[in-house]
């Protein structure tokens, strides 16, 4: 059977009664009160398990260097051996997938389009925990196309049984176009 809710505004009030509510590619099941949430923003399973330990968190740490490499979002960029290792890739909207990282210097590369005069980037790296996510560092990018390198100092955002920061990349503005992603510790 399903829950009843009652919204009342001055003048009116309306009654919905449902099984279930879903919105924004969020599922909410009523019937046991529990959430379950399916979209490019579900936290991820590891973060889930990664124990009450958190890291010091201290975003004065950080120490982001923002370098242009390319007025060229599709340019393809090669790294010195030995320096990087490649972690993953991502194309998202409005949050990348998890990245873990072991700590010290973390890069992004960050591939933008142009979408006329006008637009704002803006972003912000996140340090997923089970209860709350800490910011590492919040940053603009500059209007038009671009291919971007990120480097962020994360190390005191490791924590959690697994000894990893488990970082995310959310894009603020511009929900409309994907931005691609290489990410490298």
């Known amino acids: 059977m399903g829950s009843l809710f009652t919204f009342s505004f001055f003048p009116t009030t309306m009654n919905v009664f ?10 909410i099941q009523t019937e046991d009160n529990t959430m379950k949430q399916e979209s490019e923003n579900s936290i991820d399973p590891v973060v ?9 968190n201290d975003p004065a740490s950080v120490q982001l260097e923002i370098r242009k490499i390319s007025d060229n979002p599709y340019i393809l960029h090669s790294l010195a051996p030995g320096k990087w290792n490649w972690i993953g890739d991502h194309s998202f909207k409005s949050q990348s997938k998890t ?12 591939s933008q389009p142009n979408i006329g005069p006008g637009f704002q980037w803006k972003y912000r790296l996140e340090e997923e925990d089970p209860a709350f996510n800490d910011t590492v560092k919040a940053f603009d990018l500059t209007k038009g196309a ?24 959310k894009k603020l503005t511009n929900p409309a176009y994907s931005v691609d992603t290489s990410w490298y510790d």
Not at 18 to 27: F, G, M, V, Y
Not at 48 to 56: A, F, I, S, V
Not at 99 to 110: A, E, K, P
């Open 18 to 27: 449902a099984d279930t509510i879903e919105t924004d590619n969020i599922k």
């Open 99 to 110: 990245f873990y990282s072991g700590g010290g210097d973390l890069m992004i590369y960050v």
């Open 146 to 169: 671009g291919t971007y390198e990120l480097i962020f100092k994360v190390g005191s955002f490791v924590d959690g049984d697994n000894g990893k920061a488990e970082l995310v990349l």
């Open 48 to 56: 889930l398990q990664d124990g009450p330990n958190d890291g010091t």
